[in-house]
């Protein structure tokens, strides 16, 4: 087994798509970057999102059993920035405008009336189907209840331990 330095350097250069993560339902609002989300399944659509136990938003996204994959744009790298500081206090993070609760009578969104970032590349809100613990981290299986699709355009991808864009063809 290599040692845990030289995994996390062979991840740095693992290219990921950054996300912003929310949740809000009876254990609280929380938020936070993560890049390890992925599809497992498109019959019936599930992604996972992968969150270090130690951080807060991990038992309050276990409490509420649900969570909204926000997939940033290239533009946005404050915002995942923002919501990669540990201690920051929830609400300060959600203070700007760019925030709003998906309809719920819209079919292709607000399902689960979460947090969803307006201008994100698409946001997926699910509903928390199954849970692993693996190593230092939770794997969320997520069913995913709704799509909002913002306007195409450059993704924000986290390699070699800083943000990159990747253009839009």
């Given at each position: 087994?290599?040692?845990?330095?030289?995994?996390?350097?062979?991840?740095?250069?693992?290219?990921?798509a950054v996300?912003v993560?929310?949740?809000?339902?009876?254990?609280?609002?929380?938020?936070?970057?993560?890049?390890a989300?992925?599809?497992?399944?498109?019959?019936?659509?599930?992604?996972?999102?992968?969150?270090?136990?130690?951080?807060?938003?991990?038992?309050?996204?276990?409490?509420?059993?649900?969570?909204?994959?926000?997939?940033?744009?290239?533009?946005?790298?404050?915002?995942?920035?923002?919501?990669?500081?540990?201690?920051?206090?929830?609400d300060?993070?959600?203070?700007?405008?760019?925030?709003?609760?998906?309809?719920?009578?819209?079919?292709?969104?607000?399902?689960?009336h979460?947090?969803?970032?307006d201008?994100?590349?698409?946001?997926?809100?699910?509903?928390?189907?199954?849970?692993?613990e693996?190593?230092?981290?939770?794997?969320f299986?997520?069913?995913?209840?709704?799509a909002?699709?913002?306007?195409?355009?450059?993704?924000?991808?986290?390699?070699?331990?800083?943000?990159?864009?990747?253009?839009?063809?």
């Amino acid at each position: 087994m290599i040692e845990k330095q030289t995994y996390r350097d062979a991840m740095a250069r693992l290219a990921a798509a950054v996300n912003v993560i929310t949740s809000d339902g009876p254990a609280g609002l929380c938020g936070c970057t993560a890049s390890a989300v992925c599809s497992v399944s498109d019959a019936p659509p599930i992604l996972l999102v992968c969150i270090n136990r130690a951080s807060r938003n991990n038992a309050i996204l276990k409490a509420n059993e649900r969570l909204c994959v926000n997939v940033l744009r290239a533009d946005q790298q404050a915002l995942a920035v923002q919501f990669s500081r540990s201690g920051s206090d929830v609400d300060d993070r959600f203070a700007s405008d760019v925030w709003r609760r998906a309809h719920p009578d819209v079919a292709s969104e607000g399902r689960l009336h979460l947090p969803v970032l307006d201008g994100a590349l698409v946001s997926l809100e699910c509903a928390i189907t199954g849970m692993a613990e693996v190593g230092s981290h939770t794997v969320f299986y997520c069913t995913v209840e709704s799509a909002r699709f913002g306007a195409a355009g450059d993704a924000l991808l986290y390699f070699e331990r800083d943000f990159i864009r990747l253009a839009a063809s």
